[in-house]
């Protein structure tokens, strides 16, 4: 639990703080900008000191008047909390499924990624600084409606939606509200989140969620409380939650930091952790990191570390592990665990050989787990941006 912090306690308004932003925005969308951006938030209650306590995340922030909690996009406004970035995203791109990464949900498909500003997390190796680091929300935000993203997704030929890029956690109100318009339209909504929510809010949050790639950043709570400000058991009771109370199909990245999260000791408690908590058939990535933010001095992972630790869980009897952000065919492709055949055959986010019918190994009749049609989409690498009005 951490009070407010002390920098985030004198709050202009939006349009002092992002100048550039008004600028930006057509008479319309100036109209819509206070209903949209300033949404009531859930998951709060008033303390007797005249605070009020958000139960969203496992900070627990505690604010006064006129405070942004640690994720800069939550703040106590008439003696309640309001989400400031509602409606608003750091930009729509499209982007192939196992960009998330998912290996396992509908593969070689097209899904509608943003996100928005901020984050509950306070990682120094942060690979999306510029977003979650809101001071340069300003040449990012664009405005839409969940509908709007909705029927934008549809008319791009998108199966799902994600919320990426930053933690959706912290825009829960705006995510759920858009998976909603997503629902009614048979489009997917996908959580690309690090598991860091409180436990009322958990329940809510996933029940309108199809699909969640959870970073699993390390295995130790002095990685997490080091390199991330957070705690590694609220992670670990996400994931549980995940697998025994949801239906949701999720995946995991671990994005392996050198000589941080790295080691053989780590990598066999990690896995093992999986193997017995989650079962074989969750789905690991373990993803090559870049020097970036607070850490440019660490170097590249070097593309070994990931085939050690995809072989070290491969040993702990898990089904499905992956080397990411490489060019590895057999690191990045699903093989069978009946016959060991290639089921889908991937380099980096390009797809190959598709092996899989009625969500079985074509080749022995081995039930695969996830997501599968009998033919692959064909999206391919492509990123592309999209602009919605
Ligand atoms: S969601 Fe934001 S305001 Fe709420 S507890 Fe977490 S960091 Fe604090």
Redesign the pocket.
């Known amino acids: 639990m951490c009070d407010s912090v002390s920098h985030f306690t004198f709050i202009p308004p939006l349009h002092a703080i992002f100048p550039s932003l008004r600028d930006m925005l057509t008479v319309e969308a100036r109209a819509m900008d206070e209903t949209l951006f300033e949404h009531p938030g859930r998951w709060w209650h008033a303390l007797d000191d005249g605070r009020v306590q ?1 139960d ?2 496992p ?3 505690r604010l006064k008047e006129g405070q942004r ?3 800069f996009v ?1 703040q106590c406004q008439g003696g309640a909390m309001i989400l400031t970035t509602y409606g608003r995203s750091s930009g729509f791109c499209i982007d192939p499924i196992e960009k998330k990464p998912l290996n396992h949900f509908l593969p070689g498909s097209a899904v509608l990624s943003f996100g928005t500003a901020g984050c ?1 997390l306070g990682c120094r190796f942060c690979q999306n600084w510029d977003i979650s680091k809101a001071r340069e929300i300003d040449k990012l935000a664009s405005l839409a409606s969940p509908e709007a993203i909705a029927a934008a997704a549809a008319d791009h030929g998108c199966r799902s939606v994600a919320f990426t890029y930053n933690d959706p ?2 825009f829960a109100e705006y995510a759920l509200d858009t998976a909603a318009a997503c629902r009614a339209r048979g489009i997917r909504s996908v959580a690309v989140t690090a598991g860091y929510i409180g436990e009322t809010a958990r329940a809510e949050f996933y029940a309108g969620m199809d699909a969640a790639n959870v970073d699993l950043k390390g295995f130790t709570e002095g990685f997490y409380k080091n390199l991330c400000f957070a705690q590694l058991a609220p992670i670990l009771e996400t994931l549980e939650y995940l697998k025994k109370e949801t239906s949701v199909w999720f995946e995991i990245t671990t994005l392996l930091i050198p000589g941080q999260n790295d080691s053989d000791d780590e990598l066999h408690k990690l896995a093992e952790w999986v193997a017995e908590h989650l079962g074989p058939d969750v789905p690991l990535h373990f993803t090559a990191f870049h020097p970036d933010f607070k850490m440019l001095e660490t170097p590249h992972t070097p593309p070994a570390t990931l085939t050690r630790a995809r072989a070290i869980a491969l040993a702990k009897g898990l089904h499905f592990v992956y080397t990411g952000n490489v060019h590895d065919r057999d690191g990045g492709s699903t093989w069978c665990p009946g016959c060991g055949g290639l089921l889908i055959e991937r380099d980096w986010y390009e797809l190959g050989i598709y092996n899989i019918k009625d969500g079985r190994c074509a080749k022995c009749g081995h039930a695969i787990a996830g997501h599968f049609e009998n033919t692959r989409q064909d999206w391919g690498a492509r990123r592309v941006p999209v602009r919605i009005v």
Request: with cysteine; net charge positive; charged share 15%.
């Open positions: 958000c969203l995340c900070r627990f922030c909690g640690f994720c939550r509950n956690v912290i």
